[in-house]
């Protein structure tokens, strides 16, 4: 079983500038969440989507984050203008229906932003 | 307050060691407790669950919740440098699949 995919690994962009990143999730899984890592934090979710609805995103900063599933499949999660403080790991994760507790984690993006 | 909060090491151990790892937590309403194993520049994987107090064991892992405490706990017995990680504790109510972590505890086993 693939796991879930990731891209791209690494990014630095300077602030102000957008960015956005890719999510395959676990094939079968409805369940997709986005998260921000930040150095020496643990992870905090963004937003989770059930299929192509979203479920939460009350941790979302949606004056300069946005994050999509059109198809209930793949993802994109978008930072437009990034800040320094955006400076972190973005783990997407993905679950199925009957899986409950079990969420499975990508590789993650690093985002740097100078 | 945070509400959940790990002691973010790190730990340094010799090889053989037993590791201790904890969490407290203040959400009286958390139900689910997971441990995540996180190695450098990976994704965190899920170690152990455990569902409302009580233990669990899993070959050199042992979980352990106390809901009357807020407390949870994981041990590692007869470390191995492969071990050497970051350990992320977790937890959820029953009818939220929403995680709440802890900060994380880097562990080094040395050789």
């Known amino acids: 079983e693939a796991g879930v995919a990731q891209s791209p690994r690494y990014k630095i962009i300077e602030k102000r500038q957008s960015v956005a990143f890719w999510c395959n999730p676990i094939?079968?899984?409805?369940?997709l969440y986005w998260y921000q890592q930040i150095l020496g934090q643990g992870p905090k979710l963004l937003i989770q989507?059930?299929?192509?609805?979203?479920?939460?995103d009350s941790q979302l900063p949606k004056d300069r984050f946005s994050a999509e599933r059109l198809k209930g499949v793949d993802s994109t999660l978008k930072i437009q203008p990034a800040k320094l403080e955006d400076s972190a790991v973005y783990l997407c994760?993905?679950?199925?229906?009957?899986?409950?507790?079990?969420?499975?984690f990508g590789p993650g993006t690093r985002l740097t932003v100078t | 307050q945070k509400e959940v909060e790990q002691d973010p090491g790190p730990l340094s151990v010799p090889e053989g060691a037993i590791v201790s790892l904890n969490c407290t937590y203040s959400?009286?309403?958390?139900?689910?407790f997971m441990w995540y194993r996180q190695y450098s520049r990976k994704g965190p994987e899920l170690l152990m669950y455990?569902?409302?107090?009580g233990n669990k064991e899993d070959g050199r892992f042992t979980a352990q919740v106390d809901k009357s405490s807020k407390y949870i706990s994981l041990f590692i017995r007869d470390s191995q440098p492969s071990d050497s990680a970051t350990y992320l504790c977790?937890?959820?109510?029953?009818?939220?699949?929403?995680?709440?972590f802890g900060a994380g505890t880097t562990v080094t086993v040395r050789a």
């Open positions: 994760a993905s679950s199925s229906p009957g899986g409950g507790y079990e969420q499975y």
């Open positions: 959400n009286s309403a958390f139900q689910y």
């Open positions: 094939s079968g899984h409805a369940t």
């Open positions: 455990t569902y409302s107090s």
């Open positions: 977790a937890m959820r109510r029953s009818n939220d699949y929403k995680l709440s």
């Open positions: 989507f059930q299929n192509n609805g979203v479920v939460d």
